[in-house]
Structure formats: C-alpha cells, structure tokens
C-alpha cells in the first residue's frame, strides 16, 4: 500500500491519482491496439449530422478504465467482502458491457446485443449483488431516506434452505434491480457526447467517495475514488474530438459502480440526487418514446436531451461543459442532504 495508512484520506485522494495515470499511461497503447485491428465506433445514422465523422473511432476504452481502478484497488485498499462485490458487480456489467461493444464491432451497427438480452444479464447481476450483499455484508433490506425516515423492504422474506439459510428480501431484490438497471442505462445514454459521461461521472464518483469515507468505508472510497481518477485519464483521450470512447464496457460499469455503492453505503435515495444529470437524460428518452407512441408528436428535437440542445445549434463542447456543471451541482446537493440529514 503505498502512503500512509494512518491517513485514510490522503490513500483515497492517491488512489484517484494511481488510476487516472494508469489509464492516462496505458490508453494509448489501447487506442494503438483497437486502430491496428480494425475496431471503431458504429454511429447512429439518425444522430445529428456532425457526428458521423466519428464513424471507425477506437472504442472500447472502459476496458482500460476497469483495468486501472481494479490495480489501484489492488495497491490502495484492503479487499473486504464490500469491496469485492463492489468490485464484481461491477466487472460482471462491464463484461456485459463488452460483450454488446463486441457485438456491435463485429456486425458494424451501433446497437450491439438487444435490449432483452441486455436486461437479462442486468438481472442476473443485480439479484445476485443484492442476495450477497444481504446475506454476507449484511446490508438492510431497507431504502432509506434523508432525515433518518426509511421503508422496509424486508416485509416479504423468504429463507432458502441453501448453506445454512439465504434471506430472499423479494422488493428489496426487485429495488436494487431498478437501481442497478436504470442506472447503468441512463449512464449509457449519457455517454452520447466526446467527454460527456466521463466527466458527470468523475464528479458523481468523488461525491461517493466522500459519503463512503464518512459511513467509515475506507476501501470503497478508495474504490469510488479510483472510478474517478480513471474517468479523468480516459477524458484526457475522450476530450473532443475524442480519440476513443469508453463503449458500453465503460458506461454500463460506470452505472453498475454507482448503484453498488449506493446500496452497500445506503444511499439509495441520496444517490438519485446525486446522479440527477444521469436521471434526466433516461427521463428524456422516456418522454420522447412515450410521446410518440401516444400522441405521435415528439417533446425533444432529440433525444436523449443532450442531443437536443445539439439540435438547438449548440457546440458539442457548449452542451458537455454545461452539463458537467449540471452534475456536479447535483452531486454536490445529493451529498448536502446525504451529510446535513443522513
């Protein structure tokens, strides 16, 4: 472990400069790598027009991304049970994640596996995250909100006579599925826009480090703390115009990340304040699809939304830094109340 363990904070604010050089080191050997073979970005051909010259664009990227945060961890942190699930729900999504990436590369479309497919492994991952979270790191069955209030969602339990007995808290398992899912999707529709997902996620993840810091979680924050510094040393490359992009690899584990350590810190509720930037972009979809289908109008000119303020005739740099912005001051919000009422 490099520092000193005396100092816990000093170890998160170095894991977050090990990962961001990690990736910063190895990322173009990885761009090199992806152009060499041939594997670029497929890109929507109803997105906006200026964006089909990132058609062949190396992507991909999450894969370094994961790589750093998992030997900053290794040099960082202590593996407790927390933090390898954390660390395995999240490697379980990006697998997922580079699967859809392969898919997609290999049959050159910008959509990779289907959505049902999609949603099938999201499901499989959340269920177990949440049973082990349960039942060996002992996390309530609970959502809890700000000022203390909290809804049991441990009501309907049923104990499998597995190994002793494992509690199946069936709402709570259905939770964090729609907490796992919806975020490493609205954190995938996020990633439309060089920089985009990249820079609201490394404010979004900082913010999480410091709630798993004062729920005296040293080891995730080192974790959430090495998301973060990996996502700035991908953004040195991801900057516009991008020289990579993350790929359903990043952007899915990005979201997965988010969503585990919400539950394993208990900041279900806070979390969706903290991720509102994200939240917004999946609700704009929504909408726009829910129009649509009913009034055949559309709400947005695009979406997901950032696309409509593309639409609107901004620069893909106006629209990124805004929403950055944006981000961050719904992290910062979602650890106000996370600190002054949690």
């Known amino acids: 472990m490099f520092g000193n363990p005396r100092y816990p904070s000093y170890q998160v604010f170095l894991a977050a400069a090990i990962a961001a050089a990690i990736t910063a080191l190895l990322m173009p050997l990885f761009i090199k790598m992806m152009r060499h073979e041939g ?12 964006h089909l010259i990132k058609q062949g664009t190396p992507t991909m990227g999450g894969v370094i991304m994961l790589l750093a ?11 407790t049970t927390d933090l390898k699930l954390a660390v395995a729900a999240t490697l379980a999504t990006g ?3 580079l699967l859809d ?16 497919q999609k949603m099938a492994g999201l499901l499989v991952i959340s269920v177990g995250f949440c049973l082990i979270a349960v039942n060996m790191c002992n996390v309530s069955p609970a959502v809890h909100f700000p000022g203390g209030f909290m809804i049991d969602l441990g009501v ?3 104990v499998l006579p597995v190994a002793g007995g494992i509690n199946v808290p069936w709402l709570y398992v259905f939770f964090v599925f729609l907490l796992m899912a919806g975020l490493s999707n609205a954190v995938n529709l996020t990633d439309g826009l060089d920089g985009l997902a990249g820079g609201c996620s490394f404010g979004v993840m900082m913010a999480m480090a410091m709630v798993a810091f004062r729920y005296d979680e040293v080891n995730l924050s080192i974790f959430a703390a090495a998301i973060a510094g990996a996502c700035v040393g991908f953004l040195w490359y991801n ?5 990579i992009f993350m790929g359903d690899t990043g952007s899915l584990s990005l979201g997965a990340a988010f969503a585990a350590l919400a539950v394993l810190t208990k900041t279900e509720v806070t979390s969706l304040v ?3 930037l994200f939240i917004i972009e999946a609700l704009s979809v929504i909408i726009q699809v829910a129009s649509f289908k009913l009034t055949g109008k559309r709400v947005f000119l695009m979406a997901p939304i950032h696309h409509h303020f593309e639409k609107l005739g901004w620069d893909e740099n106006k629209v990124v830094l805004r929403f950055w912005i ?6 910062t919000l979602g650890f106000a109340l996370y600190f002054k009422l949690g």
Not at 39 to 50: F, L, M, S
Not at 69 to 79: E, G, N, S
Not at 101 to 116: F, M, Q, Y
Not at 239 to 243: F, I, L, R, T, V
């Open 101 to 116: 990436d392969i898919e997609s590369v290999a049959h050159k479309r910008s959509l990779g596996l289907t959505p049902s």
């Open 156 to 158: 309907l339990t049923t």
């Open 274 to 276: 903290m991720g509102g």
């Open 69 to 79: 945060v998992i030997i900053t961890c290794m040099l960082q942190a202590k593996w």
């Open 326 to 331: 944006i981000a961050a001051a719904f992290a």
């Open 39 to 50: 594997v670029g970005q497929q890109i929507r051909a109803d997105g906006p027009e200026q």
């Open 239 to 243: 900057g516009h115009p991008a020289s």
């Open 95 to 97: 697998s997922l994640g």
